[in-house]
């Protein structure tokens, strides 16, 4: 008997949540404005025996002794929490129950900045880290995939919360990929646990 593939062409079920009016429009301004007056840096990274900037500015804020290694060569050392950093912290985790240690700033000045594929599986946010990501300023496309699939696309609109569920880094890569569109600055916070600090 012949059978119907029912769900072949549906949307695939992915390890993650999007709730694109996270913030008010007011408060997504507001902090905008703040995250501008971080300590943004320009790191350099190594890959296959090369150094180069890292495409994108970075800066970290967190717990003391929470110190964070990515690529074996860009080491981020956080800063104290500003006010508005640690209630965002809070209010992300009175939502999802996940408690995080650091926030990773990301400012993409321009559509020629950008993060490639990768998962986030540092060994210091422990196994299988739930990460938060609230986007803030220009709209830019975030793909996802399994490992060995097809990428799926969202629009990370000003004020949005992304959150990528414990697992997601073990089975999926995600990436922000340049685009030639003219688009102005993007500032990305990233919440992660850490299982060090003090
Ligand atoms: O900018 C984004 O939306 C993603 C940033 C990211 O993947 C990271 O910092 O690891
Ligand atoms: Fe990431």
């Known amino acids: 008997m012949q059978q119907l593939t029912l769900f072949s062409e549906s949307t695939p079920v992915l390890p993650v949540s999007y709730y694109p009016d996270f913030l008010t429009q007011e408060l997504a301004n507001e902090l905008y404005q703040h995250c501008l007056k971080l300590e943004w840096q320009q790191n350099q990274i190594r890959i296959a025996g090369k150094t180069m900037p890292v495409p994108r500015l970075e800066c970290i804020y967190g717990d003391a002794g929470c110190d964070y290694l990515y690529s074996n060569s860009v080491f981020l050392k956080p800063l104290t929490w500003t006010e508005p950093l640690s209630n965002l912290r809070d209010r992300i985790t009175a939502l999802t129950s996940y408690k995080f240690r650091i926030v990773i700033g990301n400012q993409y ?81 990233t919440f992660r646990p850490h299982i060090g600090g003090r």
Do not use: Y
């Open 109 to 189: 000045r321009t559509g020629m900045d950008s993060i490639g594929w990768h998962a986030d599986n540092e060994q210091s946010m422990g196994i299988n880290p739930a990460i938060a990501s609230v986007s803030l300023g220009s709209c830019r496309k975030f793909q996802i995939k399994p490992r060995n699939g097809k990428a799926t696309d969202f629009w990370l609109e000003h004020g949005s919360l992304l959150v990528m569920h414990p697992g997601c880094q073990s089975t999926h890569l995600h990436q922000v990929p340049k685009t030639n569109k003219v688009v102005s600055t993007r500032i990305n916070l």
